[in-house]
């Protein structure tokens, strides 16, 4: 196995190649790896992903949160029956359902969700998130305030006009907020 392209204290990292894009797989922009024991007693692998909802010939729609999304981030955990994951892509995993986490979101490009997911990750490796379905709420909510923070402008990139609106109660974004006629920018 090579050697980790994100080495933490709690847990390492390995960003893993694509297959061919003929595949389901073509839909995903990014795929790491994680190794950790310290998260869960069963499980020590997940495969924490970054996938495009956009419409691609051969592949039936992507479930959307909301319409407008644009990308969803993925979390979930590899059996163990499987053995070692395949760290250089060179083959499939044998992934558990439900998903440990999923949060969608748009407005930020493709190379930007692939940051925003790899800051889970890196946060991850250094012990300071978990992937882990108890940690879900913390995580979307890390995830909503960083996505936000690439909308904005705030790592560089396009400034948008008006920042998104999250749904606190499906945890998503569901739009911009129009200052104008928004109901609680009259407050």
């Known amino acids: 196995m090579r050697r980790p392209d994100i080495k933490g204290d709690a847990a390492n990292a390995w960003q893993t190649p694509l297959p061919d894009?003929?595949?389901a797989l073509g839909t995903t922009l990014d795929l790491w790896m994680v190794n950790g024991k310290g998260f869960h007693p069963f499980w020590s692998w997940w495969a924490v992903s970054t996938i495009d909802l956009g419409d691609f010939p051969g592949v039936r729609p992507a479930f959307k949160k909301y319409a407008a999304a644009e990308v969803?981030?993925?979390?979930y955990a590899l059996s163990s029956k499987s053995g070692t994951p395949p760290v250089n892509g060179e083959g499939p995993f044998d992934a558990l359902e439900p998903a440990n986490l999923v949060v969608h979101w748009h407005g930020i490009t493709?190379?930007?969700s692939c940051l925003v997911v790899r800051f889970l990750v890196e946060a991850i490796c250094a012990g300071s998130a978990t992937p882990d379905p108890d940690s879900r709420r913390k995580n979307t909510e890390a995830m909503n305030k960083l996505v936000?923070?690439?909308y904005i402008g705030r790592y560089g990139g396009p400034v948008r006009m008006h920042p998104l609106e999250i749904d606190p109660f499906r945890e998503c974004f569901t739009g911009e907020v129009d200052y104008d006629t928004h109901p609680w920018a009259k407050v």
Do not use: R, T
């Open 21 to 23: 894009k003929k595949f």
């Open 72 to 75: 969803e981030l993925a979390v």
């Open 110 to 112: 493709k190379a930007q």
């Open 148 to 150: 936000n923070d690439y």
